[in-house]
C-alpha cells in the first residue's frame, strides 16, 4: 500500500509539471529596407520558433542554449542590469538597412545594423534571428 502512494505521488508530481505552455525567451520584430527584411520571430524556451505568426517549428539544443544565453544577456543577471532592463534604444547609424526591436521579460531592446555603441548581445541576437529564419523558418533571410 505505502508503496503504491509513493507511486501515484511521484506520478502526480511528473505530470503536474508536464503539458503548460512554456514560456517566451524573447520576440524580435526586425524591418529593413531590402526584400525579406520583415519579421516576426518568438523563440520559445520549450525548443521551439514561429516565424511570422506560422507554426511553431523545433530548433535544436544548441540553438535553445544560445537562445536562453540570449535572453540571459539581455536581461542582465540577479545582480547586474541588461540592455532588457534600461529598455535600450539606439538610433540608426548611416545606412541602415535592417532594424530590430525585441521585447524579453524584462524590457525592451531596439537597434539597426548600423546603431553606434551596441553591446556584443545585438550582434549576436541579429546573426541568431537570421540563422534561425533561414536555417529553421525557410526564409529568405
Request: with cysteine; hydrophobic share 35%.
Amino acid at each position: 500500500m505505502r508503496r503504491g502512494c509513493a507511486a501515484a505521488l511521484l506520478a502526480a508530481v511528473l505530470l503536474s509539471g508536464c503539458g503548460g505552455p512554456s514560456a517566451d525567451l524573447f520576440l524580435v520584430e526586425r524591418s529593413g529596407s531590402i526584400p525579406g527584411a520583415r519579421l516576426t520571430m518568438l523563440v520559445g524556451d520549450g525548443g521551439t520558433v514561429t516565424c511570422n505568426r506560422g507554426d511553431q517549428k523545433a530548433i535544436t539544443s544548441d540553438q535553445l542554449i544560445d537562445a536562453r544565453e540570449i535572453a540571459r544577456d539581455l536581461n542582465g543577471a540577479k545582480d547586474e542590469t541588461g540592455p532588457a532592463d534600461r529598455d535600450l534604444t539606439l538610433p540608426p547609424g548611416p545606412g541602415a538597412i535592417m532594424r530590430y526591436d525585441i521585447r524579453s521579460e524584462d524590457g525592451s531592446v531596439a537597434f539597426s545594423d548600423t546603431s553606434r555603441g551596441q553591446p556584443p548581445v545585438f550582434y549576436r541576437v541579429a546573426k541568431y534571428t537570421r540563422d534561425l529564419a533561414k536555417g529553421v523558418c525557410g526564409l529568405a533571410r
